[in-house]
């Protein structure tokens, strides 16, 4: 089992910055892969990013390549998604999630089979 628990979102103007965190518990944090996803009112989840085991490697949503950074620290169990250039449309709950199974689960969120239960992040105009 893992426990994911999301935290550091908030309401933030257009423009502004977010840091959210992801604080795993239960089985080796270290050896699984990590993502991000978000959800707006009334559209899907959809993939945020994310990054294999050890960081070497990381992948982004067009939407949000250059502005959001995905890293981890593997000795306080967290893995953080920094935000930055924040807009309106970021607006969502944003999830953290791992894959257990799979070395590189990309952006399907089928294949990521443990989740936290969100963070809502509200960007103003």
């Known amino acids: 089992q893992v426990q994911l628990v999301e935290s550091g979102g908030g309401l933030v103007q257009a423009g502004g910055s977010l840091r959210l965190s992801c604080a795993a518990s239960?089985?080796?944090?270290?050896?699984?892969?990590m993502g991000w996803f978000r959800q707006a009112p009334g559209k899907e989840r959809e993939f945020v990013a994310t990054?294999?085991?050890?960081?070497?490697?990381?992948y982004y949503a067009d939407s949000v390549k250059g502005r959001f950074t995905i890293s981890r620290d593997n000795t306080k169990n967290t893995v953080y998604l920094h935000m930055n250039s924040l807009k309106p449309e970021d607006t969502a709950v944003y999830y953290c999630?791992?894959?257990?199974?799979?070395?590189?689960?990309?952006?399907?969120?089928?294949?990521?089979?443990?989740w936290g239960r969100g963070t809502q992040v509200t960007v103003s105009s």
């Open positions: 999630a791992t894959s257990t199974y799979l070395a590189i689960p990309g952006t399907n969120p089928i294949n990521y089979n443990y």
């Open positions: 239960g089985r080796t944090f270290s050896s699984y892969a």
């Open positions: 990054i294999t085991w050890n960081g070497g490697t990381t």
